[in-house]
């Protein structure tokens, strides 16, 4: 069809594939932590689309931002309404519910995929076996709270919750993908709950030279050289700062990271005076 899967997104669909010796998810619990641009959403949709259009599972797909949802839904309208895949057109049961904040995808398998731009309200109507949550270094304990109970008793065996993301900066309010890093991390753990991150270890130096900044950019881009360029990283070594392309670019996650602010850094900002 020509929808295509660099090494670090079949390596992700893995992951979210894997059954145990039940049939059942092997891991209830995904969270992957990509540098941006790396395409870290790509396989989880497509998962998503396997959810619901093959195996007739109800599937929430959520993200911080209206236009990343917009996006998403998009692509798929395009695919399985206006593009040349008779197969894929076969599947749907209907034609897609377009609303803008209610967008659905409903599938003859009996299952669907609904789309959802995050809020603190509980979500609604069915009981949901799928949740992939994109730009989750946004997603907040509320909205987390919101979205969890719906997929508590999936009809499809074990709920499975996937979670997309980057370090988080300073202005980020989302506190959950912090939460799930330090957990990974330490010295707990769960057989439930798998981790996956292309990060670097530390704060590279102040004087640490373009080249060996180019090789950790290397180390930790699994589309550096495809989706993005060489030359687009020697410039953000050069105008960005230091810890700025760390978390950016090579995935460091600063330690103690994001806060829980009683008041949102933005409206912070703006009571600045001179």
């Known amino acids: 069809y020509g929808f295509d899967f660099d090494a670090a997104q079949v390596y992700q669909m893995r992951l979210y594939l894997a059954k145990n010796d039940d049939g059942e998810p092997a891991s209830i619990q995904i969270s992957i932590s990509v540098p941006r641009q790396n395409g870290k959403s790509y396989a989880a949709r497509w998962y998503a689309v396997w959810c619901a259009a093959v195996c007739g599972l109800e599937v929430i797909y959520s993200a911080h931002n209206g236009d990343t949802v917009d996006e998403f839904f998009r692509m798929l309208c395009h695919v399985f309404e206006d593009g040349d895949y008779s197969d894929f057109a076969d599947m749907l049961a209907c034609a897609p519910y377009k609303q803008p904040g209610r967008q659905v995808l409903t599938f ?14 509980k979500i609604r109507g069915g009981t949901v076996s799928v949740i992939v949550v994109d730009e989750a270094q946004e997603l907040t304990e509320a909205q987390l709270n919101a979205l969890l109970p719906a997929s508590s008793a999936s009809p499809g065996g ?74 687009a990283v020697r410039n953000e070594i050069r105008t960005m700062t230091r810890d700025g392309f760390a978390r950016e670019r090579l995935g460091w996650w600063k330690p103690g990271g994001s806060i829980e602010r009683a008041i949102p850094f933005e409206k912070w900002k703006e009571c600045e005076i001179s």
Not at 109 to 120: D, K
Not at 174 to 199: K, M, N, P, Y
């Open 108 to 121: 003859k398998s009996g299952g669907r995929i609904r789309f959802n731009t995050r809020t603190n309200n």
């Open 158 to 231: 074990p709920p499975q919750q996937i979670y997309i993301g980057t370090p988080p900066d300073p202005t980020c309010l989302g506190t959950v993908f912090q939460r799930l890093h330090d957990e990974a991390h330490g010295d707990g753990g769960c057989d439930d709950s798998w981790w996956l991150e292309w990060a670097a270890g530390e704060l590279p130096s102040e004087d640490a030279r373009a080249e060996d900044l180019l090789d950790l950019a290397y180390a930790t881009n699994p589309a550096l050289g495809t989706r993005i360029t060489e030359r």
